[in-house]
Nanobody
Framework: VQLQAYGGGLVQPGGSLRLSCTAS????????IGWFRQAPGKEREGVSG????????YYSRSAKDRFTISVDSAKNAVFLQMNNLQPEDTAVYYC????????????????????WGQGTLVTVSS
């Protein structure tokens, strides 16, 4: 099983990026997919998650109203559209897959995820 996260880069404050997470060896349709990030000197935190079966979406407080998570089943990929990016969004972003149907109280727990991508760096700076 491999997850690959990509799409990071350097963007100015207020800009947008779309991150992609592709999978091989598993069908994302049967997993909860989470996006996490780790800023320099900080712990990794959950940003957004999607439970494919019913497409329940979850967002952290900082991501709500700015980020959108979506799934493309045909491509076996999950995307994170990030708008109005701010310097505090600078971090390495990871995607992860959990075989469990995670709920609002569990989707952001790293221990729930079995598979992780390698991370993609997002830098927000003028």
């Amino acid at each position: 099983v491999q997850l690959q996260a990509y799409g990071g880069g350097l963007v100015q404050p207020g800009g947008s990026l779309r991150l992609s997470c592709t999978a091989s060896g598993i069908s994302l349709g049967y997993y909860t997919i989470g996006w996490f990030r780790q800023a320099p000197g900080k712990e990794r935190e959950g940003v957004s998650g999607i439970r494919r079966i019913n497409e329940q979406r979850y967002y952290s407080r900082s991501a709500k109203d700015r980020f959108t998570i979506s799934v493309d089943s045909a491509k076996n990929a999950v995307f994170l559209q990030m708008n109005n990016l701010q310097p505090e969004d600078t971090a390495v972003y990871y995607c992860a897959a959990s075989p469990s149907g995670l709920i609002a109280s569990t989707w952001s727990r790293e221990s729930q995820y079995d598979y992780w991508g390698q991370g993609t760096l997002v830098t927000v700076s003028s």
